[in-house]
């Protein structure tokens, strides 16, 4: 087989998914307009308790994504909005895998480190 078409010789199909779902924030964003729909920006602030700096860029990101709608009503004074867009509503289904395999293996995972003797990671 060549080298091209070998598996190990591709990148990791899902990685550019990760990065783009699960960077910092990202995913507590998504869940929190998934599951409280839309909300303005001082509602995710501070549900969240992050920095207005680090939420402007992730909504901004989330947004050019596609993940994530913004909706500006020109009144006294401004409002916007935030809801997740029907591309961000696909995600759910992945959300709802991981929040499974965290009840059914979190456990494990807390067992798992209790017992480790090696060394730490850095």
């Known amino acids: 087989m060549p080298a091209e078409t070998s598996t190990s010789a591709r990148p990791c199909p899902i990685g ?26 001082v509602e995710l602030e501070r549900a969240l308790g992050i920095t207005p700096k680090v939420l402007t860029q992730r909504l901004r990101q989330m947004e050019c994504d596609g993940l994530v709608s913004r909706t500006y009503h ?15 509503e696909s995600l759910a289904p992945v959300f709802s895998a991981l929040t ?15 017992a ?6 850095r």
């Open 74 to 88: 020109a009144e006294v004074p401004p409002r916007v909005e935030y809801e997740i867009s029907e591309l961000g």
């Open 116 to 121: 480790y003797s090696g060394p730490l990671p």
């Open 100 to 114: 499974q395999w965290s009840e059914q293996n979190l456990a494990a995972v807390h067992q798992a480190r209790a």
């Open 16 to 41: 550019p998914v990760v990065e783009l779902v699960f960077s910092r924030w990202t995913t507590p964003i998504l869940w929190m307009l998934h599951e409280r729909g839309v909300q303005r920006f």
